[in-house]
């Protein structure tokens, strides 16, 4: 089967979309009516999904999502934490109600109540809660809830300890996704995305993360950010910190996806990076929603530049299935039962 | 010939590195003594190039360095406006001197006085002198004082335009390269630069810089950051935008140095941006001085992996010597005095 570790729910119903434009503005101004999220029908979700992400899904081959909500949408450094609390519950529970409605093509990963100045402790119950009580295999963890500000800690710090201990504990692996950008500097999908991937690879080659959490899965999306790119930079910058290979020192926890929108991107990520830590994803919908007009394909239908390559068998299954039940164990198992 | 457009005197004589540390070492308390630079002879100057720059130069086969400051060694963030303005013209007056002992091998690119909160009008007064007094032919230009922070205007706000007008009276590019970082999540070399280039080219996708100043011409070092990799992101996200695709848009302005340290990276440089934009550079000495265990190699050594790219000879000369001469007119008047 073929597994994209990477979609999100971009194509909400509007009354969705209207409970948070009413959320910011009565926080902004508590005069304005509180929000209420307004009734949304199955049928309503059924259709949002039928024209968007499972028909491409199944047009492009491939046979299931690990579905989350929204990343630019997350917002975690608008409002306060108790908004923040309010909108990732309700956010959660529409990639619940996604995935009942498709058990067959969509798995949930949450996102999380993170907000600035909270500790990440106050994550640990949404993800409980969605782990335990709703089936998600995984999570998207922003590593800058200030939106481009990046005024919080390095993700090797002690703060997010408590955090990566409660992810080995229930065996699922983070995503590492920052949402939008409020820093005029950074354009949200265009900059901030790749940047905070960048950045995330550094901080991990950097510190010691992994001694500590061997068990720790972490996925970079977008490929890995610049990081294949500048590979040689990267084991040089490893030798020059006194740090074992990369492939040693964080490739054992860490994960690249194949969001990356062209055939030259794609052979560059699977020439540099080895095949066990590359997942099959297309962000769908992210970041390009339109034709690439030099392919008359979708830019995000990555699944063409992978059947491209000249990949044994073995390896193939690892990039479409294996590496990804391998990463996210609940997957695994919930595909076991089914007789998968 | 063969011109390497990227290259720092990140060996400088330890008088040089002590004025730095007592003139930050007063700042901070001024009850230490006032900075003064001891005298630096000529002989050291020449030691500490002949021994390393011109001797890695020799090696490898190239003639010509375009020779700027220590970058990480800026430090814009660092004290205030008048502290950026005595290190920048010593720094400056350093390379000068470098240039004067061999100038058949390095010409100048100078620091610019940035510092947080300065209008940037401030910092055309050292181009000027660098310039028209000095014969420098390009000038480095820090798209984030903060060091990191991020809290200065986009290279597409008017915040610029002073100093984009005089580049262009002056006929000199501007590399577009932070300095060192004091954000604990950007390691300088590793997150910081990567990031910087790749912010800085999502800029100019989203903004209309060139339309403003047609004959603006600006350099992203290392390869353009993630760009290249994530080409077709990028001209995705420009029909997303409305925006031309990036080869009319941003790419008649900007130009990417060859600072990839692999040859998997070079070749998806040459693969997807047009050889008319690549200039070749090595950062040398910059973020990595290491030999790379798998080629034996230094690994900024980049002309080893331009030599095995299958170009024709006349795209060959255009990215050893011709762009640069385009993008760099003073140095191509400055050449063709001497009859090269």
Redesign the interface.
């Known amino acids: 089967m073929i597994i994209d570790c990477h979609g999100h729910y971009t194509t909400e119903p509007p009354a969705f979309m209207a409970f948070r434009k009413a959320q910011i503005a009565h926080f902004e101004d508590a005069a304005t009516p509180a929000p209420e999220l307004a009734a949304i029908s199955d049928a309503e979700i059924r259709e949002s999904i039928e024209m968007n992400q499972l028909k491409a899904l199944r047009e492009r081959g491939a046979d299931m999502t690990i579905f989350s909500p929204r990343a630019s949408g997350m917002g975690h450094h608008i409002g306060d934490e108790a908004m923040s609390k309010a909108w990732t519950r309700i956010s959660n529970d529409m990639i619940h109600r996604v995935v009942q409605l498709f058990p067959e093509n969509f798995i949930g990963v949450c996102q999380l109540p993170q907000s600035p100045g909270a500790p990440i402790e106050n994550s640990v119950e949404e993800l409980e809660r969605c782990v335990l009580e709703l089936g998600f295999v995984g999570c998207n963890l922003n590593?800058?809830v200030s939106g481009?500000?990046?005024t919080?800690?390095?993700l090797t710090?002690r703060f997010w300890y408590p955090f990566f201990e409660k992810l080995v504990e229930l065996e699922v692996p983070a995503m590492i996704h920052v949402s939008g950008s409020c820093?005029?500097?950074?354009?949200a999908?265009?900059?901030h995305y790749?940047?905070a991937d960048?950045?995330a690879f550094?901080?991990f080659?950097?510190g010691d993360l992994f001694r500590d959490f061997p068990d720790l899965k972490l996925i970079i999306p977008?490929?890995g950010?610049?990081v294949?790119?500048?590979?040689?930079?990267?084991?040089?910058?490893a030798?020059?910190l006194g740090r074992p290979h990369p492939n040693e020192h964080v490739m054992r926890n860490v994960f690249f996806d194949t969001c990356?929108?062209?055939q030259?991107?794609i052979?560059?990520?699977f020439?540099?990076i080895e095949v066990e830590n590359i997942l099959f994803a297309s962000e769908m919908f992210g970041?390009?929603?339109?034709i690439?007009p030099?392919t008359g394909h979708q830019?995000d239908d990555t699944k063409r530049f992978i059947d491209a390559l000249p990949l044994s068998a073995a390896n193939r299954a690892k990039v479409f299935e294996g590496n990804a039940r391998r990463v996210y164990p609940r997957l695994e198992r919930a595909l076991r039962v089914r007789g998968l």
Request: proline content about 7%.
């Open positions: 590593p800058d481009g500000m990046w919080g800690a390095p710090d820093n005029p500097n950074f354009h999908t265009g900059a790749i940047n960048t950045t550094m901080q080659l950097q977008h490929g950010g610049a294949p790119f500048h590979w040689g930079r990267y084991r040089g910058l030798q020059m990356v929108y062209h030259a991107g052979d560059l990520l020439r540099v970041a390009v929603k339109a690439d030099e830019f």
